[in-house]
């Protein structure tokens, strides 16, 4: 291949999601033995698709052939999560999916307090890591929420990524506070869900 060596567009490229995961399927180019597919982090930068042909020996990407697009009725990425963009190179176009979305399973237990104030203890399990910022909580006073009394939108996200595995957290709250959790922006909601939620 040279540099300038693109081919037009693979034709009908789309992501195909079912219970099974996500299966990227496109109409096979005629005469083409295998296609190959690099795959980015969709908030990372991506390289143009002569960027990619002209480098396409040192590419870490994958090679798949006919008869394994056949035998898996499509491209099936690799369960990994997030959000990935899938480029074809020497071919033009690209395509952004979701390819697995993360759970984050939390149980609170509420431990005995002194004074005005109490501590949760907070159990975290996640199926993977998460980056910091993802996982967020409310401090709800209880009394203004049981009349309807606004309160504070001060929301508190974790900072730190959570690892893959179990964690332990605990949070200081006044006595009156009961603690709210939530995934802090909406583009997140797509990838990472509470699969399990104690108040």
Not at 33 to 62: D, I, K, Y
Request: proline share 4%.
């Amino acid at each position: 291949m040279t540099k300038n060596d693109t081919r037009g567009e693979l034709n009908d490229l789309r992501a195909i999601h079912d219970s099974g995961g996500v299966r990227i399927v496109f109409e096979w180019p005629q005469g083409e033995a295998f296609v190959r597919v690099v795959r980015t982090l969709a908030n990372q930068p991506v390289a143009s698709c002569n960027q990619l042909v002209a480098n396409c020996h040192q590419l870490a990407g994958s090679i798949f052939t006919l008869d394994e697009y056949k035998q898996r009725g499509g491209y099936i990425p690799p369960r990994d999560v997030g959000r990935f963009t899938f480029q074809f190179p020497p071919y033009t176009n690209q395509l952004t999916c979701i390819t697995a979305r993360g759970c984050i399973r939390l149980q609170l237990c509420r431990k005995r307090g002194w004074g005005a104030w109490t501590t949760y203890v907070m159990k975290l399990y996640t199926d993977t890591s998460v980056p910091p910022g993802v996982l967020a909580y409310k401090k709800i006073n209880a009394h203004r929420d049981a009349i309807g009394v606004s309160h504070s939108d001060m929301v508190y996200s974790f900072g730190e990524s959570l690892h893959k595995g179990s964690t332990t957290r605990h949070i200081l709250t006044k006595k009156n506070e009961r603690l709210e959790f939530f995934i802090a922006n909406e583009a997140d909601r797509d990838i990472y869900e509470l699969c399990t939620y104690h108040k």
